[in-house]
């Protein structure tokens, strides 16, 4: 009797699990397909209004995919993005949020990008891999941080030579410590800038105060900053490698009213002895000059050491432009207009 009333029992409880996970794939649905009618309506919204202000923004072929667990927009080859001034030409644009956390988006973009305008012509870009990650406060709609990568870049303007790199990566977030300012880190690998040079890495980390209001989009209170106040940068680690020599630096810089510079660097030389870079294929005719005056500079610097190599440092005053070692002039820097 027992095994008789066991299976209506067994069936009874299989039919609920089945209507359960029904009503769930249901309500999912209902839910990615309105997720995904307000991602659409919002950049009809976006576009309209950026073209309004005078920018061009044209998805082309713009569709939204990616059900049931993410919302994909996806732009094809001829999407614009610019002003009437320049604007850039890619190849296609992918952009992706995971319905459960949609503080979160993916994008990824397709080569070549090619920007045009009448200042500077056309100059196309084009790469193995480009992808990027933003991470968004869904209370303000503003960006809390942004990270991109770019992978097997190339870089052509008109008849000069490509400049190629193997990676390059940039990271911008709000400073845990106060929400107003920016850190910025960029990485660049394996950088060709042109024929017969040595490849060169760079890296640079720092922060740039009162900035964050870039990733929420308001340049215009960073410009505001600059003629009310001027900017900081505070540049907590720069290494420049090209050859055999290295540079270490790290100091703080202030972008004046005036649109001079001022400030301090202490810069660390590594291997200067055996040429500087560049040197010798831009200007090849001073390149013992250089050589030697800088040999001269450092002969009584202080010592220290950039990793485990031996290196001499110097302390670089910047003022109003004017870069000296000490009470040696080296050389000014033209002044820089803020136009954000």
């Given at each position: 009797m027992v095994g008789v009333t066991a299976t209506p029992s067994r069936t009874l409880r299989y039919k609920v699990l089945m209507l359960i996970v029904l009503v769930i794939i249901v309500a999912?649905?209902?839910?990615?397909?309105?997720?995904?009618?307000?991602?659409?309506?919002?950049?009809?919204?976006?576009?309209?209004?950026?073209?309004?202000?005078?920018?061009?923004?044209?998805?082309?072929?713009?569709?939204?995919?990616?059900?049931?667990?993410?919302?994909?927009?996806?732009?094809?080859?001829?999407?614009?993005?610019?002003?009437?001034?320049g604007s850039v030409t890619l190849g296609g644009l992918v952009a992706t949020a995971l319905v459960y956390r949609p503080n979160r988006i993916i994008m990824e973009a397709r080569g070549p990008a090619v920007y045009e305008s009448e200042s500077t012509g056309k100059i196309a870009a084009d790469w193995e891999l480009a992808h990027a990650s933003a991470r968004i406060d869904l209370s303000s709609a503003a960006v809390t941080r942004f990270d991109a990568e770019v992978k097997g870049g190339t870089l052509t303007a008109g008849s000069l030579p490509p400049i190629k790199l193997s990676e390059l990566f940039v990271n911008a977030r709000q400073n845990p410590a106060s929400s107003r300012d920016l850190d910025l880190a960029l990485r660049v690998t394996g950088l060709d800038p042109a024929p017969g040079v040595d490849t060169t890495s760079?890296?640079?980390?720092?922060?740039?105060?009162?900035?964050?209001?870039?990733?929420?989009g308001d340049p215009n209170a960073v410009a505001q900053l600059a003629a009310a106040d001027g900017l900081t940068f505070r540049l907590d680690e720069a290494m420049l490698g090209s050859g055999p020599m290295q540079v270490a630096a790290s100091g703080e810089l202030s972008?004046?009213?005036?649109?001079?510079?001022?400030?301090?660097?202490?810069?660390?030389?590594?291997?200067?002895?055996?040429?500087?870079?560049?040197?010798?294929?831009?200007?090849?005719?001073?390149?013992?000059?250089?050589?030697?005056?800088?040999?001269?500079?450092?002969?009584f610097a202080p010592k220290t050491t950039i990793g485990d190599r031996p290196a001499r440092r110097l302390t670089l005053m910047v003022e109003d432009g004017r870069v000296s070692a000490g009470i040696v002039p080296l050389f000014r820097l033209p002044p820089v207009a803020v136009q954000l």
């Open positions: 999912w649905s209902i839910l990615w397909f309105c997720a995904a009618t307000v991602l659409e309506r919002q950049a009809d919204r976006l576009q309209h209004a950026a073209i309004a202000d005078g920018a061009i923004v044209h998805c082309l072929n713009r569709t939204i995919g990616g059900y049931p667990f993410q919302i994909e927009m996806r732009c094809h080859d001829g999407s614009r993005l610019g002003t009437e001034q760079l890296s640079v980390r720092g922060t740039l105060r009162g900035g964050a209001a870039l990733l929420a972008l004046g009213q005036d649109g001079h510079l001022n400030g301090k660097l202490d810069v660390a030389l590594a291997g200067y002895d055996k040429g500087v870079p560049y040197v010798t294929v831009f200007a090849p005719d001073v390149q013992d000059t250089i050589t030697t005056l800088l040999g001269n500079l450092l002969m």
